[in-house]
């Protein structure tokens, strides 16, 4: 009886740390998904870096609500189009840190002429 009391002290805690690498894992995931979303949007020709960040935060809020909380979404523009998006996982353990960030990045769809030599 002791034994298995001793052995529970141990074996909970670890568990509860699996199922907090596993939420972790599921927030990254999603938040990269988000990000990768918001490149798609923003990277198409005529879309704004607004169009690619309000994509990006949309899908997070919506598709990714219940991995990652509290997201927010950042980016620049130019040639190539970069977002990150920002939150936190679901926490069982309040001593660890869940915070996630992820980034994607895709070119600027642009369209040219072939010139004959």
Do not use: K
């Not at 034994?3 to 670890?14: D, Q, R, S, V």
Request: aromatic share 6%.
């Amino acid at each position: 009886m002791v034994a298995a009391a001793i052995a529970f002290t141990i074996i909970l805690p670890l568990l509860a740390a699996c199922f907090q690498a596993a939420l972790w894992f599921a927030a990254r995931d999603a938040a990269l998904s988000a990000a990768q979303q918001g490149v798609q949007a923003a990277r198409a020709q005529g879309a704004t870096l607004a169009t690619g960040l309000a994509t990006a935060c949309s899908y997070a809020q919506t598709a990714a609500a219940g991995f990652l909380h509290g997201a927010s979404c950042t980016g620049s523009a130019g040639n190539t189009i970069t977002i990150t998006v920002t939150g936190h996982a679901p926490s069982l353990l309040p001593l660890f840190g869940t915070g996630v960030t992820e980034q994607a990045q895709g070119p600027r769809e642009r369209f040219t002429t072939r010139t004959s030599p």
